[in-house]
């Protein structure tokens, strides 16, 4: 009996050292590289349009903002996001570039048409990650995670974001339509220049003072 147990014991040591054992190490290495390798990709990304998106502002504006760069860094996140997993650092030194010029352009351009953009909602989160699906398609590795930028594969990922924009925009706009019926959902000019808690919670304010 006691020999029976021991050569159990031998069987089960022996397969939780055996291939097993070692497919799950090769398993939990492969999960740490992949965690490593995003993280890497963030703070190149996010740096990298940091310190574009501040030349630009130099370059156009006379001088960098603590604001700008700050977006920048953003801009730089949302762009790395959807392929942060699937290239490697010198993309996202690529990624991060284009996304500081992609989205200065779009915050500008929406700013000269004269459109309230909070935050940067669209010009930063909703086009850096647009335009970061869209690269994905064409700078994945297939040795990173198994994906291979090409043409067709550019395709599937403009499609995705396509849908993802029209999806958000239909959604958006329902939404503040049905607002818009109970309630006022952009103030005046006035409320604006006054201060939006002084125009709204004059209460609040006398009591802070």
């Known amino acids: 009996m006691a020999h029976k147990q021991t050569n159990k014991q031998t069987v089960h040591s022996r397969s939780s050292s055996g291939p097993d054992a070692l497919s799950r190490s090769r398993t939990s290495l492969n999960f740490s ?33 603590l604001v700008g760069v ?20 010198w993309a996202a030194v690529v990624i991060g570039t284009a996304s500081a010029i992609f989205c200065y352009a779009c915050v500008f351009g929406l700013t000269k048409m004269g459109y309230d953009d909070a935050l940067d909602v669209w010009g930063v989160h909703g086009m850096g990650g647009f335009l970061g699906t ?7 590795e297939h040795d990173v ?11 599937k990922q403009l499609a995705a974001a396509l849908l ?46």
């Open 33 to 65: 590289m992949d965690c490593t390798l995003n993280s890497l990709n963030t703070e190149i990304s996010a740096s990298v349009a940091l310190l574009v998106w501040m030349v630009i502002e130099w370059k156009l504006e006379g001088k960098p903002s």
């Open 70 to 89: 700050c977006v920048g860094a953003i801009a730089g996140l949302a762009t790395i996001t959807p392929a942060a997993g699937f290239v490697k650092p």
């Open 134 to 140: 869209c690269l994905l398609g064409v700078l994945a």
């Open 145 to 155: 995670n198994g994906v291979s930028g090409d043409w067709n594969q550019f395709k």
């Open 164 to 209: 993802c924009a029209i999806y958000s925009f239909v959604v958006a706009f329902a939404l503040m339509k049905g607002l818009m019926v109970v309630m006022d959902v952009v103030p005046d000019v006035e409320m604006v220049r006054s201060g939006l808690v002084r125009a709204r919670r004059p209460a609040l304010v006398s009591i802070s003072q």
